[in-house]
């Protein structure tokens, strides 16, 4: 996940 | 409807006006909408029925493998009117000749060849969007933090495909096995095409979005 952390973020946070 | 309701309207190629056209313009023109695009389809994503109750990191999983599929379904179907051409927008436009100039040739037929299939098989709307959605929960991603999940969503889909079909065309049996196997040649279409971008990224040093990037990383 730390290597894909902008696509984690965008599920994460919803923007 | 679910489907139909979330769909949102196609983006438009923006061009640098103060950069002179070049084929290094039009590949940064386009890796920039695409990269709109991914973000829009991750977005997307969320509102199919089922998807946000999946673990994130199965909405991972799904989404780095099954993103380029989906998105080169709507340039299917933005494409469906033209005879040669690929068309990524409204104003973006690319003929085999210029795909080939841009080193994406291994994209432009096998994309003309689903564009001409879907086109033969009369495919509308909610059958595209239904195929988007199946394209992204079979992405056959190697590890997943719950199957059965993953599998139930797969499920609901089909199961919305096959009464989309039997309400709307009961009497072809054999449609919705049709659409599903175009599928192949989209997995495989998208597979070259992530390798054509990293390719022009790493050796012709076309200039790429971090997100989009990320996401070509994880596809190959």
Do not use: Y
């Not at chain 2, 103060?18 to 829009?40: A, F, I, M």
């Not at chain 2, 997943?144 to 065309?169: G, I, M, P, Y």
């Not at chain 2, 790429?208 to 190959?220: H, Y």
């Amino acid at each position: 996940q730390e290597k894909h952390k902008i696509l984690h973020k965008l599920l994460q946070n919803g923007n | 409807s679910q489907l139909l309701v979330c769909e949102t309207t196609p983006l438009l190629a923006d061009p640098d006006p103060t950069t002179p056209d070049s084929d290094l313009k039009t590949l940064v023109t386009l890796c920039d909408l695409l990269n709109r695009e991914l973000l829009l389809l991750i977005g997307w994503a969320k509102n199919i029925p089922g998807f946000s109750s999946l673990s994130l990191p199965d909405q991972m999983a799904l989404l780095q493998s099954g993103w380029m599929e989906a998105l080169l379904l709507l340039v299917v179907w933005r494409s469906r009117g033209l005879d040669e051409d690929l068309e990524f927008a409204e104003n973006l436009r690319l003929s085999e000749v210029q795909s080939r100039s841009l080193g994406l040739e291994e994209l432009h037929t096998p994309l003309r060849r689903l564009t001409h299939t879907l086109r033969e098989m009369n495919i509308n709307l909610e059958e595209l969007l239904l195929l988007k959605a199946l394209a992204l929960a079979n992405s056959d991603a190697e590890v997943l933090d719950c199957s059965r999940a993953v599998q139930t969503f797969q499920e609901t889909l089909h199961e919305a495909l096959q009464d989309l079909e039997s309400s709307t065309r009961p009497s072809d049996s054999h449609r919705v096995g049709r659409l599903l196997m175009t599928l192949p040649l989209l997995r495989q279409t998208a597979l070259a095409a992530a390798r054509c971008f990293r390719r022009l990224h790493t050796e012709s040093r076309v200039p790429m979005n971090t997100l989009f990037l990320e996401m070509l990383d994880a596809k190959i």
